[in-house]
């Protein structure tokens, strides 16, 4: 009896890891087809939501409409549960990025039920489009995201002694046009004339505030100039420091191992450089290259 109910558990573990690979991983066909499936799922969701909005479109089909949104809704239900089943750590999942999608995806209906008014947030399932990172192979791009990150959170000193030079800056410049205009021409109060200031150096120009005066127009077309120049700066800063990440990035290789320390995800693919589920960095094994010398000494 005790050896019948050992049999029962192995079978079930087993079933659950396969379930896993299968849900969160895309590197089987069953893998892949259910990503497939999810992706259509979702798509036909979004574009039902978008043609009830159309009154007779809605008016003819709306009855069909809510019964394929009723089918969808329970397909990521169960889907959202059997994520929870077969994963080790049940709240790295539920907490993660794309568990808190999944979870809003089907939230947003039920609340929508509740309280009519938020119907829209059922466009929150569109967010899960982001899956298809999965399905074609393109978790590169999930490693080159995280590099622009960290570089932009090292260039976020810099950047952010930029923004208080620049608010600094059109505080100023919008005073003065407020004092050269003298206060009229849309230029009614000195923050109406900073907000003219933002959009006139950022080289957006909504065009309804212009100055008139002589003075005033040739204040604008140096801000307009100089516009051109900051919003170069920026992108200096970020650039210089998502060089220097790559330049760090060639430094080491890498080696995938076990489970992911954040979800407790299995590592289905050993050339991942994050995981599929949380997004987090997997644990490595870090050596570096001959000739090298590691960045972190």
Known sequence: MAEKKIDNFTTLQAFKRWLAIIVFGSN????????????????????????????????????????M???????????????????????GYIFSFFGIVDFLSIASFYLSLLFPGYGSLVMLRAIRLLRIFRIYQLTHYLSESAILGKAM????????????VLTVLVIILGTIMYVVESGKNGFNSIPHSIYWAIVTITTVGYG?????????????????MLGYAIIAIPTGIVTA????????????????????SSCGLD???????????????????????????SADE
């Open 28 to 67: 089987t066909k069953l893998g892949r087809a259910f990503d497939m499936a999810l992706l259509w799922t979702i798509i036909i969701s979004i574009v039902i939501f978008i043609l009830e909005s159309v009154p007779w479109i809605n008016k003819a089909y709306g009855y069909y409409f809510k019964i």
């Open 69 to 91: 949104e009723w089918i969808i809704i329970f397909l990521f239900t169960i889907e959202y549960l059997v994520r929870i089943w077969v994963i080790k750590k049940k709240a």
């Open 153 to 164: 959170i090292r260039s976020l000193k810099r950047i952010t002694v930029f923004l208080s």
């Open 208 to 224: 309804d505030v212009t100055p008139v005066t002589a003075l005033g127009k040739l204040i604008s077309s140096v801000i307009m």
């Open 241 to 260: 420091e998502l060089t220097k990440e790559r330049e760090e990035q060639k430094f080491h290789h890498q080696k995938r191992v076990g489970e992911c």
């Open 267 to 293: 590592i289905y693919d050993p050339n991942a450089n994050y995981c599929r589920n949380c997004g987090k960095p997997l644990p490595i094994e870090k050596t570096v290259l001959p000739g090298r010398q």
